[in-house]
């Protein structure tokens, strides 16, 4: 990769935090180390590398609400997964913004789902009508695409006075603002906060019952069988501990990175809330742009047109369709992803790139 690439998408995965790095390296050792020891072994290799793990759970848990249980899973897909296929009864509603993680299990769940609408600025009305018998309510911290932060805790609120549980994607604020108040629920993964692909969490809160996903050796209190990694638990630790030392910090220093871009890319539209957001995402729209042409342009820049997961598809995203965009508006937008590494001199120079593009095509 050329020196000179810049990296604004932040929002499909983070770099790895050298702390990250660092903490999963003993786990990674060869065979005189005995770092690659079976974390459920009873032999003492295998309970220093347990050891490792439940560190690594109670720096994760840390990021989360107090009186509930971390399960340590493949990622927030799987930990989405387990969440909704463990509803007892009753019908499904989740945001129009959902993740696909969430969408598709959902559909795939055969429950009853309905899809709570969101305004124009990407937001769910607190006071939005639930259908009698929900058993789960699903809706996101923030949104991958257009960055919007929901009211959670009144939508949590909402839940549980028609009985309903509240289960919250915080893939997107994890680590970076304050857990979602009120939730039963949550998702997480750690490459979205500066640690390793391959492992997330489920936040379980106390009282809460959930089913298995995956059966075999009855890991994790029987919720998630499998093999344990400690290398990507104790990254994973690490890289939360480090999250929870500089969120001010971080989010004052991407305040400032998107006050800079929006200055620069002052005649584009901003998609989504301008004040419930993380300052980490903007998605923004030209009318007219050629985004593969936009992207030809500047293929030194990293960044994209919405969700990573979505990318192949062709579809307008589903996102901006359900803020009011039509699909040509949509496929007119650009999504920038800032994040704990991103320099100040960076943005400034991938912002006059692809204004400079831009201009380039008349737009």
């Not at 604004?8 to 786990?27: G, H, K, V």
């Not at 604020?173 to 997330?200: C, Q």
Request: contains cysteine; glycine residues 12%.
């Amino acid at each position: 990769m050329p020196a000179q690439f810049i990296y604004l998408d932040n929002q499909a995965t983070t770099p790895l935090a050298p702390e990250a790095r660092a903490a999963m390296e003993p786990w990674l050792a060869g065979p005189e180390a005995m770092g690659f020891a079976n974390p459920h072994s009873m032999h003492r290799p295998g309970r220093a590398a347990a050891a490792a793990v439940e560190v690594a759970r109670e720096q994760v848990a840390a990021l989360l609400p107090k009186g509930g249980r971390l399960i340590f899973t493949s990622g927030a897909t799987e930990a989405l997964n387990q969440a909704i296929r463990s509803v007892p009864r009753g019908g499904i509603a989740y945001s129009a913004i959902e993740h696909s993680a969430v969408v598709n299990s959902v559909l795939a769940s055969g429950a009853a789902a309905q899809e709570l609408p969101v305004n124009a600025d990407g937001l769910v009305d607190p006071d939005v009508e639930i259908a009698e018998g929900t058993g789960l309510v699903a809706v996101m911290q923030v949104n991958n695409e257009i960055g919007t932060v929901q009211p959670v805790a009144q939508l949590a609120i909402r839940a549980h006075e028609m009985g309903a549980l509240f289960l919250c994607d915080a893939v997107q604020g994890a680590g970076k603002l304050a857990p979602p108040e009120g939730a039963d629920l949550i998702a997480i993964t750690a490459h979205k906060l500066y640690g390793p692909k391959g492992i997330g969490a489920l936040w379980v809160r106390d009282g809460v019952k959930i089913a298995s996903l995956i059966e075999g050796g009855g890991q994790e209190g029987g919720l998630r069988s499998g093999t344990l990694s400690p290398a990507l638990c104790a990254g994973f630790g690490a890289a939360a501990a480090l999250a929870n030392e500089r969120m001010e910090t971080d989010f004052q220093h991407l305040c400032g990175l998107a006050q800079l871009a929006r200055s620069i890319l002052s005649r584009w539209s901003l998609n989504g809330s301008a004040a419930a957001r993380w300052p980490g995402n903007l998605n923004l729209r030209l009318d007219g742009l050629n985004f593969p042409r936009l992207l030809s342009d500047c293929r030194t820049i990293a960044f994209s047109a919405g969700s990573a997961c979505g990318s192949g598809t062709g579809a307008p995203s589903r996102v901006l369709s359900a803020i009011g965009l039509e699909p040509k508006e949509a496929r007119n937008s650009i999504r920038l992803g800032f994040g704990r590494y991103t320099a100040r001199e960076e943005v400034e120079a991938a912002c006059h790139a692809i204004e400079a593009a831009a201009q380039a095509q008349g737009v």
